[in-house]
């Protein structure tokens, strides 16, 4: 039985995996480490808590002392490390959380890590490091050897953590991976983010905010295509490498807007608002992803538009989950980032 230190496992992806992991019968025990911040949700965990392979423990990778007191009991060898500020307008509204949780964090596990003993840790990083691409050329994306060029607070975080872990392996032969993948989407995403704001938005009978001209291109990417990628890669991955992961599937805002209104029965005039656009909002993530096609044979197996029709269903019959969301704090950062624009 492997014993794996998942971080931030209360968040959308690090709760997916936790989920995929124990429901497929992986031979795992996981410490599910979480913050609980403000997009940190035990609910996001609820349908697990009887599964005695789950450990979840309330508590900061900042916390040196708590992290080598869970190496020691529970004898951690690896890491899967999700646990980030991670919303690029948070990041523009107060810098300040992502620098001390996306790199001294970082720089904490990493030294724990070390002190303690490990066979592999993955950072689970962004495409979001490599900037921006143009977007009358299609036939450039992001491959691993693009230079970073983070754009963002955001981003620059996930950067400088990138730098790090790629020294650790440098200077200390560290048994590390870093993943940079593109924009997931799925069940349990956070409603601060496009898909999911535009959806309970509509399902609540309020307008959607379109960024500028709509027009930005992300790569969209199914939360289960992206866990699956990352499990292949902690298993197989060869260390100190980077692997980039992406759905194949460039669309931009204005395009998946029309797909989420044909879906929920709503027309674009009635429910779209443009608002100003993000400070220094990247036009195009695209990523080339056939290094870890070639060397560990994972393709995204959903199709867009199937993966999107079944994440919308998803809101529509979990209108609990995102209600209790929507309410308080969140709607103190909702007033400030769009009704104050
Ligand atoms: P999320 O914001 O939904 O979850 C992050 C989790 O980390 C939350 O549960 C939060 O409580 C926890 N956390 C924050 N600070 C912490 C701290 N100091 N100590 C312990 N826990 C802390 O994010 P997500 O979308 O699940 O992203 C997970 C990772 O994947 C992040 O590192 C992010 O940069 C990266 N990523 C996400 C996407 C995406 O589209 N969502 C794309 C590329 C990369
Ligand atoms: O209200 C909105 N209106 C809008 O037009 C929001 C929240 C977003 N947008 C646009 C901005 C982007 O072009 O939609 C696109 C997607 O925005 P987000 O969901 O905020 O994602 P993005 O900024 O692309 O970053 C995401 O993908 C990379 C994750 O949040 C990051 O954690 C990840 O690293």
Redesign the pocket.
């Known amino acids: 039985m492997r014993t794996i230190l998942i ?8 709760s997916n995996f936790v989920r995929i992991l124990l429901r497929r019968g992986e031979p795992v025990r996981l410490i599910a ?5 403000y ?3 035990l609910a996001n965990l609820s349908d697990l808590v009887d599964n005695t392979r789950l450990i979840f423990i309330r ?4 916390d040196a002392k708590l992290l080598s007191d869970l190496w020691q009991q529970y004898s951690i060898r690896e890491v899967v ?7 690029v307008d948070r990041s523009i509204l107060d810098s300040g959380p992502f620098i ?3 790199v001294v ?1 970082t720089q904490i596990l990493l030294d724990t890590a070390r002190a303690n003993g490990i066979d592999r840790y993955l950072q ?5 490091v490599y900037g921006s691409l143009p977007e009358d050329r299609p036939d450039i994306k992001f491959t691993e050897q693009t230079p970073l060029a983070p754009n963002s607070p955001y981003s620059a975080s ?1 950067a400088a953590a990138d730098c790090l872990v790629r020294a650790y392996f440098h200077t200390f032969h560290m048994p590390v991976l870093i993943t ?6 799925g069940p349990y ?2 409603p601060e ?1 496009m898909i999911p704001l535009f959806v309970t938005n509509l399902l609540e009978g309020k307008k959607v905010p379109l960024y500028g001209d709509g027009l930005n291109i992300r790569d969209w990417l199914y939360v289960e295509d992206h866990c699956d990628a990352l499990w292949a890669v902690l298993n197989n991955g060869a260390p100190g490498e980077t692997y980039n992961i992406g759905g194949n599937n460039e669309i931009t805002n204005r395009q998946i807007t029309e797909l989420i209104l044909r879906a929920l029965n709503k027309s674009w005039d009635e429910s779209v608002q443009y608002v100003k656009d993000r400070p220094g909002h990247d036009r195009r993530y695209a990523i080339d992803a056939s290094k870890i096609h070639r060397d560990l044979n994972w393709t995204p197996k959903h199709r867009f538009e199937d993966a999107l029709k079944t994440t919308i269903q998803w809101y529509v019959e979990n209108e609990p989950w995102w209600r209790s969301i929507k309410t308080g704090e969140y709607l103190k950062y909702y007033e400030t980032q769009y009704l104050r624009r």
């Open positions: 971080t931030g496992a209360a968040g959308f992806i690090g480490l979480d913050k609980l911040t997009c940190g949700n508590g900061d990778i900042c490390h999700f646990a980030a500020e991670s919303h001390q949780t996306n964090g689970i990083s962004t495409d979001e996930k940079r993948c593109s924009n997931n989407y995403h956070f983010k």
